[in-house]
């Protein structure tokens, strides 16, 4: 995208280009390339193994790809580790929480705050506002003083949101935030969800729950034994034969 008297610009938010990912002699993920626009909202499904959170990882920065590159706002952050890539905005929740076990919620929001107080100008003494601030937004504020262990599964999930929003970020990767919650709850998180999509954060949402996903995404990707399968629009995902046989069907 060329913008009249303004430089280049890379349309894509995120690019992932040919991402080999190998654990021994194990090839997790094989040539994988995908781009994202800022804003939108893109959902990946596959079965068990597929390698959905292995391409998070790489994405994310806990793991590097063998082969490959990620391109974050026309930036290549292919070798930067994964604190880096949060300071230019990419978060991640993981598939299980692990939140401080000894600290209140609100500290829990506070530890990531803290991190990147100096990028917003947040002086050190807002910080606890602040934290309060994302609690609220998740519905949380009645908590902030309680430990995470005292949480339902849903404030677990939730706290992780909370964590992952400190940093800011404007891409946002979900990994299963939804799994094992109840349909009103699986609501309840996936409208918190939309909210921060329509507040302009850019969004990948992996998850089971094709409820959600079919609510939830723009794009669809399947992934299927680390290699993608189908992309297009939710509709025709859930429809391809291919998507039916290896993840649909079972
Ligand atoms: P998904 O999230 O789609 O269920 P994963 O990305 O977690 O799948 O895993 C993809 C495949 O890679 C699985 O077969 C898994 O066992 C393997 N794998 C993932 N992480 C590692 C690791 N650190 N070491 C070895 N094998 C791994
Ligand atoms: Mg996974």
Redesign the pocket.
């Known amino acids: 995208m060329v913008r009249e008297g303004g430089p280049q610009v890379s349309a894509a938010l995120l690019e992932v280009t040919g991402i080999t990912k190998r654990?021994g002699g194990?090839v997790?993920l094989s040539d994988v390339s995908l781009a994202l626009r800022a804003g939108e909202r893109l959902g990946i499904i596959?079965p068990?193994?597929?390698?959905?959170?292995?391409l998070i990882n790489c994405i994310a920065g806990a793991l590097r790809g063998d082969a490959g590159s990620i391109r974050f706002d026309g930036v290549d952050v292919t070798r930067w580790p994964a604190h880096r890539r949060a300071q230019i905005g990419i978060a991640r929740s993981f598939q299980l929480p692990r939140p401080f076990a000894s600290m209140t919620l609100a500290e829990n929001v506070a530890v990531p705050l803290e991190y990147v107080a100096h990028r917003h100008s947040l002086h050190r003494a807002d910080v606890g506002a602040e934290a309060r601030d994302l609690l609220r937004k998740m519905g949380l504020q009645a908590k902030a003083d309680a430990l995470p262990a005292a949480l339902t599964q849903v404030d677990l999930r939730k706290l992780e949101l909370a964590r992952a929003l400190a940093a800011r970020p404007r891409l946002l990767v979900l990994d299963e935030v939804m799994a094992g919650l109840s349909p009103a709850e699986v609501d309840e998180v996936l409208g918190i969800v939309l909210d921060l999509s329509s507040e302009g954060v850019t969004i990948v949402m992996i998850e089971h729950i094709m409820r959600a996903i079919m609510k939830f995404s723009e794009r669809v990707v399947c992934?299927d034994a680390g290699r993608i399968l189908a992309q297009g629009t939710p509709q025709d995902v859930v429809r391809d034969t291919g998507v039916q046989k290896v993840y649909i069907g079972d």
Do not use: D, P, Q, W
């Open positions: 654990f194990f997790a596959g068990n193994g597929s390698g959905k959170t292995t992934l």
